[in-house]
């Protein structure tokens, strides 16, 4: 892979926090009339892409070390807890919870109350983005 424009890197790790190419565009220098043309041709550009690609490669790889090691750790808790000189049920159940949870095996039921507008929230969105 060639080396990016200076400009090209700052589109690429801006359209990576928020995968907004418009902002993305802009926070890069591109004219805010030509930003939605200019993240389509950056976003097909195959520098571009190819250092977009390899970016999150490496998250990927970042969060799963991270996950690895908090699930060995809590592997590590829970045999601490069973091996105690007094038994420690309770920790041993919760480590086991807790990596049940992480790995998606267990979800949270959260009840959301209230009214909202969907025309209100997408005029919010379109504002947010202008």
């Not at 200076?6 to 926070?27: M, Q, S, T, V, Y």
């Not at 520098?47 to 799963?64: G, H, M, P, T, W």
């Not at 809590?74 to 949870?101: F, H, I, P, W, Y």
């Not at 979800?107 to 202008?130: D, F, H, M, P, Y």
Request: glycine fraction near 4%; aromatic fraction near 4%; include cysteine.
């Amino acid at each position: 892979m060639g080396k990016l424009r200076p400009n090209h890197k700052i589109f690429a790790d801006e359209w990576l926090i928020d995968r907004n190419g418009k902002r993305a565009a802009i926070a890069a220098g591109f004219s805010h009339k030509t930003a939605e043309q200019q993240a389509s041709r950056l976003l097909t550009s195959v520098k571009v892409k190819s250092y977009i690609d390899e970016r999150l490669k490496d998250a990927q790889k970042r969060r799963e070390e991270t996950l690895d090691d908090i699930l060995n750790e809590l592997d590590e808790n829970r045999k601490a807890a069973l091996c105690a000189e007094t038994v420690q049920a309770g920790a041993a159940n919760q480590a086991t919870m807790s990596k049940a949870k992480l790995l998606g095996f267990v979800t949270e039921k959260v009840e959301i109350t209230g009214e909202i507008s969907l025309a209100n929230e997408i005029a919010k969105a379109r504002a947010r983005v202008q």
